[in-house]
């Protein structure tokens, strides 16, 4: 249930104009992933940066990053199934319909996600298995797999990466109950004997309630062998690493709204001086059960992002860091182990700006970004649109984007990040038609 950032995402996407920008140059009649061919139309947004990161599995190498925090998560859940390899192709109906996403959901923009054809697309969300593995009987399970999302280039923001989900199912009966009960007393009493400090909200609110057909009691011990479980994740996670050595690790639950969940969380962790969010989980909706034609049960599930949390624990300064396959960067982790990244170089930045008139098909934020991705690759660290304004005769738009060419793994010559700059702004020219000013 790949709940992290979403609520960032949602407001960001509402803000932007969600109608998909098509290309003016001609697409071609295939795409290729993992093997196979695929028919494109005028859906087909998927970029040849993005077709080369499908299939790399990053989590699934035992001495990576993500790869060393998804083994420490999955040995926290003993006796979960834990899954990878997933085929991140799915139809819209798995990433969004089967999970009761609304029709005008931003997310199903071609502004948001990758779409291979009208038919099919990248899963934008671990959840888009949810339904499929439920449906297998699995009782306790964890989900590992690499997602993709159009989104700005900034230093915490990468259109792929990799989320990891967990669910657990009990009985919407006396034996359930009986279950949840002994749980939450074990949870309940690991917790009271560790160094660790919750801020906790109610488990079921108006602002927050159960859902209608679950029994009050059941609902109330589902929620709260959730909180029980995650806080002894966190535990796991960030004890001992979080601050001053001898103080307690501080976690805080806030209320929060997904479309597949009821009640509805957030999780933060107060990691060396400031509160973060780690992750978001809630009580699965009663239809993604009904779905999977699991009946008599009920579920809670978590997702969480990779990334996120492996770059607080291993002080990993730039998203780009995780797809080097510099030696300078591999070697410093060890399977097992959680340890400090060393930075082994800062290359100086090399600014570039862009500033064009908008043709009639106009432009959105991460069409820019995808193209500038697909020209220059892992060479920019970050974009930022720095002036935007309509000409007040001609009624005409124009943006300028000031892009940072700079290298994690080497330094860039000025004459090195004119040429790709001038490839962006002849890409720009060809595809959207603008007017350089």
Same mark, same amino acid.
């Given at each position: 249930? @790949?709940?992290?950032?979403?609520?960032?995402?949602?407001?960001?996407?509402? %803000?932007?104009?969600?109608?998909?920008?098509?290309?003016?140059?001609?697409?071609?009649?295939? =795409?290729?992933?993992?093997?196979?061919?695929?028919?494109?139309?005028?859906?087909?947004?998927?970029?040849?940066?993005?077709?080369?990161?499908?299939?790399?599995?990053?989590?699934?190498?035992?001495? $990576?990053?993500?790869?060393?925090?998804?083994?420490?998560?999955?040995?926290?859940?003993?006796?979960?199934?834990?899954?990878?390899?997933?085929?991140?192709?799915?139809?819209?109906?798995?990433?969004?319909?089967?999970?009761?996403?609304?029709?005008?959901?931003?997310?199903?923009?071609?502004?948001?996600?990758?779409?291979?054809?009208?038919?099919?697309?990248l899963r934008t969300h671990t959840s888009a298995h949810e339904v499929e593995v439920f449906a297998r009987r699995e009782r306790q399970?964890?989900?590992?797999?690499?997602?993709?999302?159009?989104?700005?280039?900034?230093?915490?923001?990468?259109?792929?990466?990799?989320?990891?989900?967990?669910?657990?199912?009990?009985?919407?009966?006396?034996?359930?109950?009986?279950?949840?009960?002994?749980?939450?007393?074990?949870?309940? $009493?690991?917790?009271?004997?560790?160094?660790? =400090?919750? #801020?906790?909200?109610?488990?079921?609110?108006?602002?927050?309630?159960?859902?209608?057909?679950?029994?009050?009691?059941?609902? #109330?011990?589902?929620? $709260?062998?959730?909180?029980?479980?995650?806080?002894?994740?966190?535990?796991?996670?960030?004890?001992?690493?979080? /601050?001053?050595?001898?103080?307690?690790?501080? =976690?805080?639950?806030?209320?929060?709204?997904?479309?597949?969940?009821?009640?509805?969380?957030?999780? #933060?962790?107060?990691?060396?001086?400031?509160?973060?969010?780690?992750?978001?989980? /809630?009580?699965?909706?009663?239809?993604?059960?009904?779905?999977?034609?699991?009946?008599?049960?009920?579920?809670?599930?978590? /997702?969480?992002?990779?990334?996120?949390?492996?770059?607080?624990?291993?002080?990993?300064?730039?998203?780009?860091?995780?797809?080097?396959?510099?030696p300078r960067f591999l070697s410093q982790f060890t399977t097992g182990k959680i340890s400090t990244f060393k930075p082994y170089s800062?290359?100086?930045?090399?600014?570039?700006?862009?500033?064009?008139? %908008?043709?009639?098909?106009?432009?959105?934020?991460?069409?820019? @970004?995808?193209?500038?991705?697909?020209?220059?690759?892992?060479? =920019?660290?970050?974009?930022?649109?720095?002036?935007?304004?309509? $000409?007040?005769?001609?009624?005409?738009?124009?943006? @300028?984007?000031?892009?940072?060419?700079?290298?994690?793994?080497?330094?860039?010559?000025? #004459?090195?990040?004119?040429?790709?700059?001038?490839?962006?702004?002849?890409?720009?020219?060809?595809?959207?038609?603008?007017?350089?000013?």
């Open positions: 249930m @790949c709940i992290t950032l979403c609520c960032t995402r949602l407001h960001r996407s509402i %803000l932007r104009n969600v109608h998909s920008r098509r290309f003016l140059s001609t697409l071609p009649g295939t =795409v290729s992933l993992l093997g196979q061919q695929y028919p494109t139309d005028s859906t087909s947004n998927v970029t040849s940066a993005i077709i080369d990161k499908v299939g790399r599995n990053l989590y699934m190498n035992p001495s $990576h990053p993500l790869g060393i925090l998804q083994t420490l998560i999955s040995s926290h859940y003993h006796g979960f199934n834990s899954m990878t390899g997933l085929s991140p192709i799915v139809t819209p109906a798995k990433n969004f319909d089967d999970l009761g996403f609304p029709a005008d959901h931003p997310g199903r923009a071609a502004t948001d996600s990758y779409y291979i054809n009208r038919d099919l697309m399970w964890l989900l590992s797999a690499d997602v993709y999302r159009r989104d700005e280039i900034d230093a915490s923001h990468y259109p792929v990466f990799h989320q990891m989900e967990g669910a657990r199912v009990f009985s919407a009966d006396a034996n359930g109950q009986a279950e949840l009960e002994e749980d939450n007393a074990r949870l309940a $009493h690991h917790l009271e004997r560790s160094n660790i =400090v919750i #801020e906790d909200v109610p488990h079921i609110t108006a602002s927050n309630p159960r859902q209608d057909m679950h029994d009050p009691v059941l609902a #109330e011990l589902v929620a $709260h062998n959730l909180k029980l479980s995650l806080n002894s994740l966190m535990l796991t996670l960030f004890g001992g690493r979080a /601050g001053v050595e001898g103080e307690p690790l501080r =976690v805080r639950w806030i209320e929060a709204y997904f479309p597949f969940t009821t009640p509805s969380y957030e999780v #933060e962790v107060f990691f060396r001086g400031k509160w973060l969010e780690i992750l978001g989980c /809630g009580v699965v909706q009663q239809l993604t059960l009904d779905r999977a034609q699991v009946p008599n049960s009920i579920s809670w599930a978590f /997702g969480l992002g990779l990334e996120r949390i492996a770059m607080i624990l291993f002080s990993i300064p730039d998203i780009r860091l995780f797809w080097s396959q510099d800062k290359y100086p930045a090399c600014y570039k700006d862009v500033s064009f008139w %908008l043709a009639e098909i106009g432009l959105h934020d991460n069409d820019f @970004c995808d193209l500038v991705r697909d020209v220059a690759g892992d060479l =920019v660290q970050d974009v930022v649109l720095i002036d935007s304004f309509i $000409h007040p005769k001609t009624n005409r738009s124009s943006r @300028c984007y000031r892009i940072n060419y700079c290298s994690m793994d080497r330094s860039l010559s000025n #004459e090195e990040a004119n040429a790709t700059h001038a490839q962006v702004i002849s890409t720009l020219k060809d595809k959207f038609g603008v007017e350089i000013r």
